[in-house]
């Protein structure tokens, strides 16, 4: 089920790469969502009727935080960031869990999350600086779309926290088929009112794969694997279902380079610097 569950979450990244070929980065976000959004319903639906109004409110900005924005920054940013990249960057996500843990909900940062967090930060200055050149002529240009991904790590990082903190009476399943039913209304809203989607589906060569990409990516990548990874905290351990963090991006970089991608050097010593930090940076004291 690990390997299931890194492999899905590994192959988003082109995923969303596919997608952008015919669509914009905002088709693509809001198209997700939708189509997460949708499957979920049945889920979904029944349970919403439990809830108090307070909850429906969390909710909305879990949906808002955990999915809907994430959807978007990782869309923009692929647009001039290659998937494998991304991939190694939304590695990350933990080291913004224990940062805004202990900023908003009074978690401890230990040395040991300290230590981790500057290796990895070194990792993401090599990965968002390194191109084409000889010498430092190589790390001389700063990718500022990374910085996208970074923030979308960081919406996760919140809403990891959100979830540990003000959801305790909730399970996992419910939380996500609510909290992107909730986000469902404005992506439909976005995607049918903003947007050229209905038209290039009708109108322009390749959509409709595009889009059976996005539908793939809504589903499976979210939906599917978002239960996968509950069930697999619940018959496992959290230690062991986080490791999928480490895999990810492995995965990520395999379908980058069967795409065509080509990581330099550079790009390999950045995703270990990641890789490690991460795994240091998550263990406790």
Known sequence: ??????????????????????????????????????????????????????????????????????????????????????????????????????????????????????????????????????????????????????????????????????FVALKPVEITAISLMMVLPVALLYLTGWTNFSFKLLHVDGAWLAAGYITLLGVVGTAIALIIFNFLVKIATPVFASSVTYLIPIVAIAWGVVDGEVLLVGHYLGILAVVIGVWIGNRKA
């Open 1 to 166: 089920m690990l390997i299931l569950l890194a492999i899905i979450w590994g192959s988003s990244f082109i995923l969303i790469k596919k997608g952008l070929l015919v669509f914009s980065p905002g088709e693509v976000g809001a198209y997700r969502i939708v189509s997460a959004a949708l499957v979920l319903l049945p889920l979904s639906i029944p349970r919403i009727k439990r809830l108090n109004k307070k909850q429906v409110g969390n909710l909305i900005i879990a949906g808002l935080v955990g999915s809907f924005i994430p959807s978007f920054l990782f869309a923009i940013a692929q647009t001039r960031l290659s998937s494998s990249i991304t991939g190694v960057l939304n590695a990350l996500t933990p080291l913004f869990v224990v940062v805004v843990g202990a900023l908003f909900f009074g978690a401890r940062i230990t040395g040991i999350n300290a230590l981790g967090l500057f290796i990895a930060f070194i990792g993401v200055i090599i990965l968002i600086t390194v191109k084409e050149g000889n010498g430092w002529d190589a790390f001389s240009t700063i990718n500022s779309y990374a910085f996208f991904v970074l923030l979308a790590t960081l919406c996760y990082g919140i809403n990891l926290n959100i979830i540990k903190y003000w």
